[in-house]
């Protein structure tokens, strides 16, 4: 039994390098370096060019383990040459945000404002529209850093205040409508 998504081979684009050695995974590209440690249930080899990941065995736990480390590398050779993107929308009358430094400075409509303080190897542009883009090459660092600053005001269904991810659809409800 294998993974369906861990058979694909991971293509790798010009300019980035794969090294493997003795489960560790290190990817270098134009944006910067990432590196993975990987278990013993899969074996990863580099062919010409392309990483192409086997499992070691026929277990259940190894047909897992093919097609998480097949997608981690493919998001590894990703991330160092385009990079990932997410963004946020604040929607509110007074919400805000702006970049001070390395640190992320928020009016979320609360008594004081609350400041995220940007992590390592993640750049963060806030605009006077109330868009915040986080931009790195990291897809799990980027993606958890968006889901923080989101979590601090989460939107909600009557007026669509909140924190909102571009991509997100708010479903909004209607609200008392006075009927006696």
Known sequence: MASKIGKLPVAIPAGVTVTVASNLITVKGSKGE??????????????????????????????????????????????????????????????????????LVMNLGYSSDFIA???????VTADQTGKITITGIDKQRVGEFSAQIRKLRK????????????????????GKTGVK
């Open 155 to 174: 939107p909600e269904p009557y007026k669509g205040k909140g924190v909102r991810y571009e991509t997100e659809v708010i479903r909004r409800k209607v």
């Open 117 to 123: 303080i940007i992590p390592d190897g993640l750049t």
């Open 34 to 103: 990432l590196k993975q440690d990987f278990n013993d249930l899969v074996k990863v080899e580099v062919k010409g060019s392309e990483v192409v990941v086997t499992p070691a065995n026929e277990s259940k736990a190894a047909s897992a383990a093919h097609g998480l480390y097949r997608n981690l590398v493919f998001n590894m050779v990703k991330g160092v040459s385009e990079g990932f993107t997410k963004s946020l929308i604040i929607t509110g009358v007074g919400y805000r945000a702006e970049v001070k430094g390395k640190e």
